[in-house]
Nanobody
């Protein structure tokens, strides 16, 4: 069983930056991908970004050029650097894990973190 813990959310003004962290522990395989998803009030959960162990990455069109995903395999931690934040980025952000490859489908991921709130507002 894999445990994921997100951190780094908060309140930020439009145009500001935040860095989210996702720390994995427990029975992780050697080769896993971490995805970031978000869920705004009244909306479904959408894929934001994803990274494999070999640093293959995926970004949703809405965040390309503003968000950067990275990972520190020694620390079993994945980061999501979010720059030029917009009010529409406001959501609960979740990380999730699956073996090998990235996916944008929530049902492809087995373990999820508890989520961290990101609010972009002036």
């Amino acid at each position: 069983q894999v445990q994921l813990v997100e951190s780094g959310g908060g309140l930020v003004q439009p145009g500001g930056s935040l860095r989210l962290s996702c720390a994995a522990s427990g029975s992780t395989s050697e080769d896993y991908a971490i995805g970031w998803f978000r869920q705004a009030p009244g909306k479904g959960r959408e894929g934001v970004s994803c990274i494999t162990r070999r640093d293959n990455t995926y970004y949703a069109d809405s965040v390309k050029g503003r968000f950067t995903i990275s990972r520190d395999n020694a620390k079993n931690t994945v980061y999501l650097q979010m720059n030029s934040l917009k009010p529409e980025d406001t959501a609960v952000y979740y990380c999730a894990v699956r073996n090998y490859y990235c996916s944008t489908r929530t049902h492809d991921f087995g373990s999820w973190g508890q989520g961290t709130q990101v609010t972009v507002s002036s």
